[in-house]
């Protein structure tokens, strides 16, 4: 479904991304793990279009779209919940979801979606009509993934979703991911949380300064003695 090939990124003189391949598969669930730094938000926007590679290509159900713009991918499929949720604060709940289907036009369509949405979340129905900045962050968390879903994605990246979240409710974000994954959505997931994001990974790739360094099904880097050293303090 989509495949990343060769892809490199400069942000002036620093070489954040080097020789970046990897794939993803419909219906999977796969993550990126690494350290900060590492380069795992820096492949997704470059991948969602916000940032140019200066080598590559990134392939989407066989189309090459490196140089297609961020919008154009969005109507292509792809979602993207940035790190720090990203919502408009002083906009409603309802507001914010909203603008997750802007490129839309099937009005019924759109409604349904909503409803989906409020039933995947009913905190949401609950508060749509208070401001985005009165959530808890958790909420917040929600809202993001609500909003892109609003997008009917084919694909959804997710950066960071537990960050700063208390520990009852990144189980809870994680059960949330492996429901959408479970409707039909494919998920591209960077996260810290190395434990809880192989546990739900079909495949993790791990980067290390800018390149990937060692990949497998999430089994197989949960049991690999140099997974468990670097990043789940075994």
Do not use: C
């Not at 991918?73 to 802007?102: D, Q």
């Amino acid at each position: 479904m989509l495949e990343i090939r060769n892809m490199d990124v400069h942000y002036g003189m620093i070489h954040a991304l080097k020789d970046v391949s990897f794939e993803v598969y419909k219906g999977e669930i796969v993550v990126l793990i690494g350290a900060n730094g590492a380069g795992k938000t820096t492949t997704l926007r470059t991948i969602s279009g916000l940032q140019k590679p200066t080598n590559g290509q990134v392939i989407l159900n066989g189309e090459d779209i490196t140089n297609v713009s961020a919008q154009q991918r969005v109507k292509m499929g792809i979602s993207h919940v940035p790190e720090g949720r990203r919502v408009f604060p002083g906009m409603t709940v309802l507001e914010n979801l909203e603008l997750g289907a802007y490129l839309r036009r099937d009005r019924e369509g759109i409604l349904e979606d909503l409803e989906k949405v409020y039933e995947r979340f009913p905190i949401l129905r609950d508060r749509r009509k208070q401001t985005a900045g009165t959530l808890s962050g958790g909420e917040q968390q929600m809202l993001a993934i609500g909003r892109a879903l609003m997008g009917r994605p084919d694909i959804l990246f997710l950066d960071e979703p537990s960050m700063g979240l208390a520990p009852i409710l990144v189980q809870e974000i994680f059960d949330i991911i492996q429901s959408i994954n479970k409707s039909g959505t494919t998920i591209l997931l960077v996260e810290q949380n190395a434990n809880m994001a192989l546990q739900i990974a079909d495949r993790a790739y791990v980067m290390e300064t800018g390149s990937i360094v060692l990949s497998g099904t999430g089994s197989e880097l949960m049991s690999s003695d140099e997974i468990k050293k670097a990043y789940l303090g075994g």
